[in-house]
């Protein structure tokens, strides 16, 4: 602020300014808060002077003063309009800062989550690292882009418990461009994220660990008309097919596969760190083969191809070679991604685990089933199983 200027407005609150200057510097005074403040601090001097020198014999003062506290009022008036103008011009200004930055970073936020596929890789590797360390646990993520760079996956976890798939929690995660937080399991039932365990086939001439016999009298316990989820240990180690075939006779329906991935998975006998695959293999985008494509043409120069495609065959009891690739395919696909899979879920040492398996091959050391409970009561006499441990139990809903 000018020296000229604070002596107009000294002469202004004294009420020797000019008509024409007056106006001028009211204009001003509207427009510019830091101005108006100064004129405040000038009026409040004058007051305290009033109000030392003031003496009754001044009788032109007394005179003059019902003008000059109309004009003291104006003064006022305009300084408290016009800060008001300059309030709301901030928060006009602000509110469409806030607003412009909210169009650009959603534009920018669905750019980078549309780009290469990120969101379809994304929701892939965190469906994968959930179905190969959670036995009988899927998971069919939804994405939810948001501004300010951000994006949620979120969905239902399911296990099939007879023929039908059951919600026993959900999942969501949350990203901030390419960093992910921490995925969180909200379970139903607590007993659905922990508990049940699987031991590895003990060392020939050893007896092994675990006792299931309350495991088969609760199995027993349960009415005939209700299915339920096992969890078997076997007593030593098979090949897919092995397996496959062992349960082929069986009215049960295998749904998980617990695969040897070395000793950083176990501790003496008792697998803590299951890795396996689904029943049904885990597919990827490039797995899937197009056919059907179709051609339509939308315009001049435009047009619009729709395809369907179709996961390779797999034989109900067999194709065991296909379905150990596929495991071995979706490790690699968690390899090229380690922090989001460590958010996904907890693996230890997968580098270690995928070169063990890709050496000694895939060898199961146990089996999620489920079926009805009078079928799954006849596997204490099969000599392939080892050990039970009873999931899910539900009322009957088999179809097989």
């Known amino acids: 602020m000018s ?35 100064y004129l405040e601090e000038q009026m409040e001097r004058e007051d305290q002077a009033d109000g030392r020198w003031t003496r009754p014999d001044r009788t032109e003062d007394a005179g003059a003063g019902p003008q000059k506290k109309n004009r003291k009022k104006n003064e006022k008036r305009i300084i408290r309009r016009g800060k008001w103008r300059a309030r709301i011009t901030n928060t006009w200004t602000v509110l469409s800062a806030i607003l412009i930055f909210t169009v650009i970073s959603s534009i920018i936020t669905t750019a980078f ?58 999942y969501t995660q949350k990203f901030l461009l390419g960093l992910a937080n921490i995925g969180e399991f909200n379970w139903m039932d607590e007993r659905n994220g922990s508990g049940k365990v699987f031991y590895y086939p003990p060392a020939e001439g050893t007896a092994g660990g675990g006792d299931d016999n309350d495991q088969w009298k609760r199995l027993a316990k349960l009415p005939e008309g209700t299915v339920a989820e096992a969890y078997l240990s076997l007593d030593h180690l098979y090949t ?57 043409k939308t315009g001049w120069f435009s047009s619009v191809s729709t395809y369907s495609s179709v996961s390779p065959s797999v034989e109900a009891y067999g194709s065991g070679e296909l379905r150990d690739a596929n495991f071995i395919k979706t490790l690699r696909l968690l390899q090229e991604h380690p922090r989001l899979t460590r958010s996904a879920a907890y693996i230890d040492q997968l580098d270690t685990s995928v070169a063990y398996l890709e050496q000694n091959g895939v060898k199961l050391y146990g089996a999620v089933v489920t079926g009805p409970v009078k079928e799954l009561l006849k596997l204490r006499e099969a000599s392939w199983v080892r050990h039970l441990q009873v999931g899910e139990v539900r009322l009957w809903n088999w179809q097989k």
Not at 6 to 19: A, I, N, V
Not at 113 to 139: C, H, L
């Open 240 to 296: 897919t097919d092995e397996l496959l075939k062992q349960l082929e006779p069986l009215n049960l329906q295998p749904v998980w596969f617990g695969a040897d991935a070395g000793p950083s998975t176990r501790e003496n006998d008792v697998v803590v760190h299951p890795l396996g695959f689904p029943y049904y293999p885990i597919w990827h985008k490039d797995d899937m083969k197009k056919s059907a494509v179709t051609k339509e």
């Open 113 to 170: 989550y549309s780009t290469g596929d990120r969101m379809d890789t994304y929701r892939d590797v965190v469906s994968s690292t959930i179905a190969v360390t959670r036995p009988n646990t899927t998971v069919h993520l939804s994405a939810d882009v948001r501004y300010f760079f951000r994006m949620e996956l979120s969905g239902n976890l399911l296990k099939q418990v007879g023929s039908e798939s059951i919600q026993v929690g959900n």
């Open 3 to 37: 020296e000229e200027f604070k002596e107009k407005l000294r002469r202004y609150s004294e009420g020797t300014l000019p008509e024409a200057e007056r106006e001028e510097v009211e204009s001003e005074l509207v427009k510019l808060e830091a101005y108006q403040l």
